[in-house]
């Protein structure tokens, strides 16, 4: 099994809670700390009153037997190199001495940052099955490891549930019906609680996540008794180098928001301005269709001529596939208006079950060409997440 100890908290707000911090974990026995991990949320705290969270920086005990993955983690990844070389030191004598008493445990303490993990004690037998021991520093290799012996269903999906109501019962039945399906589904729950918006965080793997998702179809298509309706997650990019400075109102990305929230069991997941920087947009789609595995990616502005306009270019470079027609759909109805509509290069396509699509950076624009292919959106995120039905 698994183990934890409870430990006390004080928050800044003046709220004193409990909260389990893991020194070993044990993903055999309890799963679902796997996709704890994987979303970086093991050992941390959350506040039961504002929310403010606490990463508690303790090593711990990862051991996923069906993998032969067994590691000594340490939460930080800038220990400094002697602290570093004695926790090495202290981790052999025990991996290699683990059988050779029953009654004394190694007390694995460095630098005040690696005690309070106590090794079970094995039989000759137990330690000679046990894979050969990993030593971590950082969060971020443990996922690596966890990602590598993992399959594409089995990796780390996400649902964001949202909204902008400040009305807490409003909030308190969002999280009911979000812990309900999460317990239905075998999938977690993480809250972000803003004054302004609040968001409901499911997690799981990929096919847990692909089921709940059709679950919030099936019941979509029974209380409304028309076409399965998803609960679409979407992000909304806007990149300009004036409007990442602050030197301009964002308005094409509030239009879009505006708009897109209009489609029924759509939720704004994320959102951000960047500047022109290609490698800065084609990580965040990465991120934005891998990690967070949102269904639907606007992208305004950096679509012309100028010479800091790339966004079609860091797009395709994400994209599995094109779909020309939608960006073709757009510049026909910009061409209604003004004949600079020619000079658009916006592209759209698929990564994954991701539709991502490039706007242009006109807030007239933008609703025109937004209206146009809004009726289709739905359909072509239900093909991409459950492929075609009967028409």
């Not at 960047?274 to 502005?301: A, C, F, V």
Request: proline share 5%; glycine share 8%; hydrophobic share 40%.
């Amino acid at each position: 099994m698994s183990r934890s100890i409870n430990r006390t908290l004080t928050c800044p707000c003046g709220e004193v809670f409990s909260s389990p911090i893991y020194e070993s974990v044990n993903v055999a026995k309890d799963p679902q700390l796997q996709y704890t991990v994987l979303a970086g949320l093991l050992n941390v705290s959350s506040c039961p009153a504002c929310g403010r969270r606490a990463a508690i920086s303790r090593p711990f005990i990862y051991s996923d037997p069906a993998h032969n993955l067994l590691a000594y983690v340490h939460p930080r990844s800038d220990v400094p190199e002697e602290a570093r070389l004695l926790i090495l030191e202290k981790l052999h004598d025990v991996y290699v001495n683990i059988a050779g008493d029953d009654e004394e445990n190694s007390d694995l303490e460095a630098d005040g940052d690696a005690n309070g993990i106590e090794p079970v004690t094995s039989s000759t037998e137990q330690v000679l099955e046990m894979p050969p021991l990993q030593v971590i520093f950082g969060i971020d290799q443990l996922q690596g490891l966890i990602n590598a012996v993992l399959s594409q269903e089995e990796r780390l999906g996400r649902l964001a549930l949202n909204t902008r109501s400040r009305d807490s019962a409003e909030r308190g039945q969002l999280l009911h019906i979000a812990r309900k399906l999460a317990q239905e589904m075998q999938c977690q729950v993480e809250v972000e609680e803003l004054s302004d918006e609040y968001t409901v965080w499911l997690f799981g793997s990929r096919r847990q996540i692909g089921a709940l998702m059709r679950e919030f179809a099936a019941r979509g298509e029974a209380r409304k008794g028309r076409t399965t309706s998803y609960m679409i997650t979407i992000g909304v990019l806007t990149i300009s180098d004036s409007g990442a400075k602050g030197a301009r109102q964002d308005t094409s990305g509030e239009n879009i928001r505006a708009m897109v929230t209009q489609l029924s069991e759509a939720v704004i997941s994320a959102g951000a301005i960047i500047p022109d920087e290609r490698e800065l947009i084609e990580g965040t789609l990465r991120e934005w269709s891998d990690e967070k595995q949102l269904n639907l990616i606007l992208t305004t502005g950096g679509t012309g001529l100028a010479p800091r306009d790339i966004t079609p270019e860091a797009t395709r470079a994400v994209l599995d596939r094109e779909a020309p027609g939608i960006a073709e759909a757009m510049r026909a109805v910009s061409l209604q208006h003004t004949p600079f509509g020619m000079l658009s290069r916006g592209v759209a396509g698929t990564r994954g079950r991701t539709l991502i699509i490039n706007l242009p950076g006109s807030p007239k624009a933008v609703k025109e060409c937004l209206e146009s292919i809004m009726p289709v959106l739905p359909h072509a995120i239900n093909l991409l997440v459950e492929g075609p039905r009967e028409h």
